[in-house]
């Protein structure tokens, strides 16, 4: 069974960073895509970023893209979600995902485990 546990979310001003953090077990990490997807109060879930299985291409969500990065070590099985530059739309609960898969995909469907949440807001 995959475990995904997301951690480093918290309260911010706009203009700050956080790097979120999500630490996988329960198969081989490094042979699938990763990403993370968010969601805010009354809204559907989004993809946010997702990252290969050797971390050689990422993809990003237009409204996150130069503010965002995505990246992954294979030998902690871990992924990271650095957020600079926040804004207050950028509020939501920010999930960890493995996908089913090597290559990167933004649909949530390709995505097969997820983690249970990690609260980021920010403040105007």
């Known amino acids: 069974q995959v475990q995904l546990v997301e951690s480093g979310g918290g309260l911010l001003q706009a203009g700050g960073s956080l790097r979120l953090s999500c630490l996988a077990s329960?198969?081989?990490?490094?042979?699938?895509?990763m990403g993370w997807f968010r969601q805010a109060p009354g809204k559907e879930r989004e993809f946010v970023a997702t990252?290969?299985?050797?971390?050689?291409?990422?993809v990003y969500a237009n409204s996150v893209k130069g503010r965002f990065t995505i990246s992954r070590d294979n030998a902690k099985n871990t992924v990271f979600l650095q957020m600079n530059s926040l804004k207050p739309e950028d509020t939501a609960v920010y999930y960890c995902?493995?996908?089913?898969?090597?290559?990167?995909?933004?649909?949530?469907?390709?995505?097969?485990?997820w983690g249970q949440g990690t609260q980021v807001t920010v403040s105007s």
């Open positions: 990252i290969a299985w050797n971390g050689g291409n990422t």
């Open positions: 329960g198969r081989t990490f490094s042979n699938y895509a």
């Open positions: 995902a493995a996908g089913l898969r090597p290559w990167t995909t933004t649909r949530l469907s390709e995505y097969g485990y």
